[in-house]
């Protein structure tokens, strides 16, 4: 449905400027979720959730409940919450650390209490000077109104929650990479198995690693139940999503969406969305779900935003960021910028993903100057294979973590929808754009 | 050599070292964590709030703090983009051209940048003034093209746009809005951790053993009921008309 309604993360901040305080927040109905899941069962609150069948929305899409299910017994259990957000053209986490954290902290309070965490941990990307500020803020007032700490409520739970800044590394927004940037050491993705955070997370101990956005949607789930969220969306799609629209449309931003109800052509032209292109535009390609995605063409644009579908159509949703390119791009041009930022924030532990996207980059970028051969483009493929091989959706993976997976597709969705476009770089020695 | 980034009095500081106040921030942020090693990223923040870089002096206490090396405190530092090992600029500007910006113009904005400040990306004015960075996505992609200076964010900017905010910066007319470097030194924490790990844990198991006693109790009120509906034959499941 196209409409302007956000039933569910962005609510409070949509209609107040002061929706970061703890005033505005017990106003608008906070903390009444943490109140009921306290006065339940620690398992019942699993069921909600389970029920709800929330998808994590830091870009696996992985269930909640399930994940929260694996989690080894132990007398020590850590949630650690991803507020890393970096992944290119994403900024929805943002949004909602800097204008909403008490729903963050009441999600993780919540969440807490369900797997039996005593310690929370919310790591928030280092740039994000103002969201650590606010969400530093609101965790001081939740201390003091009693919301965290000792016995919250009377209830005899406890639990404490320490605001971690992060310091600018892509890599630390993969769980295990950010569990080791939690350490205080560099962030290297560990080797899986033995490394799952839900049997050898932080410190060794089971750990639960989930989005900002899903810990969003959980006092949501608690109040009006997971049967009530799983009516929202179809299919596995459960429940709303904030999309990040950005690139060539007249209104980019962060709109919530019911899964699954609205289309890729609703949100780019939709009055309440992005109003569409600049005159006298049209759609070359739009990347559906950030820049790790496989990119998709017009012919593509009416697809539903659902998981499922687009998986059929070989791409995800992934962080939920839809990046519109006009008939002005340069097809070269921007998946060489997407490539150089993975060469850049490779991690260099494996040597496909080291060595491969710094190759990657240059014959990108020599094709972009002019100065390409044909033989290029079956050479780029070739290193993409080496990275994925087969270069099939999902991805295979030959390295530690997916970012290595997450180069080739750019490249390969450059090569097979705008071919002729390489060529003609290459015939005339030139970026024909430039 | 000390950062150029001090902006109060050099009796402030020690030389490259953390102030007595920081120091004390840098204690609390220790505590938090069940080890000390975890507190290094946050501890070059604050020393990058007083410097704007981590000098050599720093490493040392940080490392001292948290009980390990100076050398694995500049090891895992150089690992990140935003703690920097070389002094930098009173304002560091961070400049983003990846994806939504570079479709919105983010690459001309780096280059007039550079001209505007008769600098490189990646190096400093001769007055000390400006640091300029070619950074990645900093999630502010729908006020493309944009920039972060000493991490607050400005976009959309036009080129005009830009020599606007250089000249305001220089001139000294945001220095509430643009602070100091450093980003934890404008919130404070307040007060430590109020649960002691040993009362966890003795929570956990007193609360794991009354888990699985409720448990055994509903499994028990199961298979009894199992039992009964074995007997009376299947009633009312779930595909019954
Ligand atoms: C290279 C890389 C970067 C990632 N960056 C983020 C991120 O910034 N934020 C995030 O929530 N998840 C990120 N993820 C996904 C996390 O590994 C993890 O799946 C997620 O935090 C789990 O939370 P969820 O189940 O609630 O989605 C990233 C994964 C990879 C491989
Ligand atoms: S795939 Fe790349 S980023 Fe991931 S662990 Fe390997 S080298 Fe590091
Ligand atoms: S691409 Fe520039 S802020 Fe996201």
């Given at each position: 449905m196209i409409t302007d309604a956000a039933?569910?993360?962005t609510?409070?901040l949509r209609?107040?400027?002061?929706?970061?305080?703890?005033?505005?927040?017990?106003?608008?109905?906070?903390?009444?979720?943490?109140?009921?899941?306290?006065?339940?069962?620690?398992?019942?609150?699993?069921?909600?959730?389970?029920?709800?069948?929330?998808?994590?929305?830091?870009?696996?899409?992985?269930?909640?409940?399930?994940?929260?299910?694996?989690?080894?017994?132990?007398?020590?259990?850590?949630?650690?919450?991803?507020?890393?957000e970096s992944e290119p053209a994403t900024f929805k986490d943002h949004l909602?650390?800097e204008c909403?954290?008490?729903?963050?902290?009441?999600?993780?309070?919540?969440?807490?209490?369900?797997?039996?965490?005593?310690?929370?941990?919310?790591?928030?990307?280092?740039?994000?000077?103002?969201?650590?500020?606010?969400?530093?803020?609101?965790?001081?007032?939740?201390?003091?109104?009693?919301?965290?700490?000792?016995?919250?409520?009377?209830?005899?739970?406890?639990?404490?929650?320490?605001?971690?800044?992060?310091?600018?590394?892509?890599?630390?927004?993969?769980?295990?990479?950010?569990?080791?940037?939690?350490?205080?050491?560099?962030?290297?993705?560990?080797?899986?198995?033995?490394?799952?955070?839900?049997?050898?997370?932080?410190?060794?101990?089971?750990?639960?690693?989930?989005?900002?956005?899903?810990?969003?949607?959980?006092?949501?789930?608690?109040?009006?139940?997971?049967?009530?969220?799983?009516?929202?969306?179809?299919?596995?799609?459960?429940?709303t999503r904030l999309f990040a629209l950005s690139g060539h449309v007249r209104r980019p931003g962060n709109y919530e969406v019911e899964m699954?109800k609205t289309t890729f052509s609703d949100l780019i032209h939709a009055p309440v969305y992005g109003q569409g292109l600049r005159a006298g535009r049209t759609l070359k390609a739009f990347i559906p779900g950030g820049a790790s995605s496989p990119w998709f063409g017009p012919e593509l644009v009416d697809l539903p935003l659902s998981?499922?579908e687009v998986?059929?159509h070989?791409s995800m949703l992934g962080s939920g960021s839809v990046v519109v390119m006009d008939d002005t791009t340069c097809a070269v041009r921007a998946a060489w910028r997407i490539t150089r930022f993975?060469?850049?924030?490779?991690?260099?532990?494996?040597?496909?993903?080291?060595?491969?996207?710094?190759?990657?980059?240059?014959?990108m970028r020599?094709i972009e100057d002019g100065?390409?051969?044909?033989?290029?483009?079956?050479?780029?493929?070739?290193?993409?294979?080496?990275?994925?091989?087969?270069?099939?959706?999902?991805?295979?993976?030959?390295?530690?973590?997916?970012?290595?997976?997450?180069?080739?597709p750019s490249i390969?969705s450059a090569i097979r929808m705008f071919r002729d476009e390489f060529l003609v770089h290459?015939?005339d020695?030139a970026c024909p754009y430039a | 050599?000390?950062?150029?980034?001090?902006?109060?009095?050099?009796?402030?500081?020690?030389?490259?070292?953390?102030?007595?106040?920081?120091?004390?921030?840098?204690?609390?942020?220790?505590?938090?964590?069940?080890?000390?090693?975890?507190?290094?990223?946050?501890?070059?923040?604050?020393?990058?709030?007083?410097?704007?870089?981590?000098?050599?002096?720093?490493?040392?206490?940080?490392?001292?703090?948290?009980?390990?090396?100076?050398?694995?405190?500049?090891?895992?530092?150089?690992?990140?983009?935003?703690?920097?090992?070389?002094?930098?600029?009173?304002?560091?500007i961070g400049v983003c051209t990846n994806i939504a910006c570079l479709l919105n113009g983010g690459i001309e904005l780096l280059e007039h940048a550079e001209e505007r400040?008769?600098?490189?990306?990646?190096?400093?004015?001769?007055?000390?003034?400006?640091?300029?960075?070619e950074v990645e996505c900093i999630a502010l992609c729908d006020k493309a093209p944009c920039l972060t200076?000493?991490?607050?964010f400005f976009g959309p900017l036009t080129h005009d746009g830009f020599d606007a905010l250089?000249?305001?910066?220089?001139?000294?007319?945001?220095?509430?809005?643009?602070?100091?470097?450093?980003?934890?030194?404008?919130?404070?924490?307040?007060?430590?951790?109020?649960?002691?790990?040993?009362?966890?844990?003795?929570?956990?198991?007193?609360?794991?053993?009354?888990?699985?006693?409720?448990?055994?109790?509903?499994?028990?009120?199961?298979?009894?009921?199992?039992?009964?509906?074995?007997?009376?034959?299947?009633?009312?499941?779930?595909?019954?008309?």
């Amino acid at each position: 449905m196209i409409t302007d309604a956000a039933p569910i993360v962005t609510a409070r901040l949509r209609q107040h400027a002061d929706s970061h305080t703890l005033e505005r927040y017990l106003a608008t109905g906070g903390y009444r979720a943490l109140r009921k899941a306290l006065s339940m069962h620690p398992e019942d609150v699993a069921a909600e959730v389970s029920k709800a069948s929330l998808l994590g929305r830091g870009g696996a899409g992985f269930p909640a409940g399930r994940k929260w299910s694996m989690l080894r017994p132990n007398p020590v259990r850590y949630l650690t919450v991803n507020g890393d957000e970096s992944e290119p053209a994403t900024f929805k986490d943002h949004l909602l650390i800097e204008c909403d954290p008490h729903q963050i902290l009441e999600g993780s309070l919540i969440t807490a209490y369900a797997i039996g965490a005593a310690q929370v941990f919310i790591y928030v990307r280092g740039e994000f000077a103002l969201g650590l500020e606010r969400m530093q803020s609101a965790l001081n007032e939740a201390y003091r109104y009693g919301a965290v700490g000792r016995d919250i409520f009377g209830s005899g739970f406890s639990v404490d929650v320490v605001v971690h800044p992060g310091a600018g590394a892509y890599i630390c927004g993969d769980e295990t990479g950010l569990l080791e940037s939690l350490e205080g050491k560099r962030g290297f993705p560990r080797i899986k198995p033995p490394y799952y955070p839900a049997a050898m997370g932080l410190y060794g101990e089971p750990t639960v690693v989930n989005n900002v956005e899903t810990m969003s949607n959980i006092p949501w789930i608690v109040l009006h139940g997971g049967d009530a969220f799983a009516s929202l969306g179809e299919g596995s799609s459960t429940g709303t999503r904030l999309f990040a629209l950005s690139g060539h449309v007249r209104r980019p931003g962060n709109y919530e969406v019911e899964m699954a109800k609205t289309t890729f052509s609703d949100l780019i032209h939709a009055p309440v969305y992005g109003q569409g292109l600049r005159a006298g535009r049209t759609l070359k390609a739009f990347i559906p779900g950030g820049a790790s995605s496989p990119w998709f063409g017009p012919e593509l644009v009416d697809l539903p935003l659902s998981q499922d579908e687009v998986a059929k159509h070989s791409s995800m949703l992934g962080s939920g960021s839809v990046v519109v390119m006009d008939d002005t791009t340069c097809a070269v041009r921007a998946a060489w910028r997407i490539t150089r930022f993975f060469a850049r924030e490779s991690c260099g532990q494996c040597t496909p993903c080291r060595v491969g996207s710094g190759w990657l980059e240059k014959i990108m970028r020599r094709i972009e100057d002019g100065a390409g051969r044909e033989e290029d483009l079956d050479l780029l493929l070739d290193v993409c294979d080496n990275i994925s091989p087969e270069l099939v959706w999902p991805p295979q993976q030959t390295t530690i973590c997916p970012l290595g997976p997450s180069i080739p597709p750019s490249i390969y969705s450059a090569i097979r929808m705008f071919r002729d476009e390489f060529l003609v770089h290459i015939k005339d020695g030139a970026c024909p754009y430039a | 050599m000390t950062g150029p980034a001090d902006t109060a009095g050099p009796e402030a500081r020690p030389a490259g070292g953390l102030s007595p106040e920081a120091l004390a921030q840098a204690r609390e942020l220790v505590a938090l964590y069940p080890e000390p090693r975890s507190a290094l990223v946050p501890l070059c923040h604050l020393v990058q709030a007083e410097h704007g870089w981590l000098t050599p002096q720093a490493m040392v206490e940080v490392a001292d703090l948290i009980g390990v090396t100076p050398a694995e405190v500049l090891g895992t530092a150089s690992f990140y983009d935003m703690l920097h090992t070389e002094p930098v600029g009173k304002y560091v500007i961070g400049v983003c051209t990846n994806i939504a910006c570079l479709l919105n113009g983010g690459i001309e904005l780096l280059e007039h940048a550079e001209e505007r400040l008769g600098t490189r990306a990646g190096a400093t004015t001769a007055d000390n003034l400006f640091t300029l960075e070619e950074v990645e996505c900093i999630a502010l992609c729908d006020k493309a093209p944009c920039l972060t200076v000493n991490w607050r964010f400005f976009g959309p900017l036009t080129h005009d746009g830009f020599d606007a905010l250089v000249e305001d910066l220089a001139a000294g007319r945001l220095e509430g809005e643009v602070p100091r470097h450093g980003i934890l030194n404008r919130v404070r924490r307040e007060g430590g951790l109020r649960v002691a790990r040993e009362e966890v844990l003795a929570e956990r198991a007193a609360s794991d053993q009354a888990l699985e006693q409720r448990k055994a109790a509903r499994e028990a009120v199961e298979k009894r009921e199992q039992a009964q509906q074995g007997q009376g034959g299947k009633q009312g499941g779930k595909g019954s008309a």
